[in-house]
């Protein structure tokens, strides 16, 4: 393969429309911009969202704060309250017997907050590398859950 044998995709380019090219070509006269009017013009254009002068909704609108949607799925457990539970095995249902998490959580994820004073074995839970690393030395296990992906 040579560079200058490269060639696009059959279909990837589009030829342009010819316009003003006589009436039996669809495109003639108007050239597709209908008669008159702002965007009939030569350089005929408004800004998105402009309303003809009118306050544009996105201004007219109240400015509303963010709510987290993944925040009501996903439960944030302190390493510290894993010691509250008298389970060796600690799980969803166990958090949420234990009110650790809300019962509408799909999810959970333990963070190292306060230290952990007894061997407990987590299981699909989310663990992040600090608190894994705190259950692993008090004792305990981990077991099929993923550590918290590195920022990008």
């Keep these: 393969m040579r560079l200058n044998t ?6 990837a380019k ?21 008669h008159k009017g702002q965007k009939a013009r030569a350089g005929g254009y408004h800004k998105v969202g402009f309303e003809g002068g009118q306050m544009p909704l996105q201004r007219r609108l109240p400015k509303r704060g963010f709510r987290s949607q993944m925040k009501r799925d996903v439960g944030q457990v302190r390493l510290h309250e894993l010691n509250r539970l008298d389970d060796k095995v600690i799980d969803l249902a166990a958090l949420k017997k234990a009110n650790i998490v809300s019962r509408q959580v799909e999810r959970a994820r333990v963070f190292r907050s306060g230290t ?13 590398k600090g608190a894994r ?20």
């Design 133 to 152: 690393e705190a259950i692993l030395r008090a004792g305990g296990k981990v077991e099929d859950s993923a550590t918290k992906p590195e920022a990008q």
């Design 6 to 11: 490269i060639k696009c995709a059959r279909g």
């Design 14 to 34: 589009s030829k342009a429309k010819r316009l003003g090219r006589g009436i039996g070509s669809g495109l003639g006269k108007t050239c597709g911009h209908g």
């Design 116 to 128: 952990l004073e007894k061997p407990v074995t987590v299981r699909g839970i989310t663990v992040t």
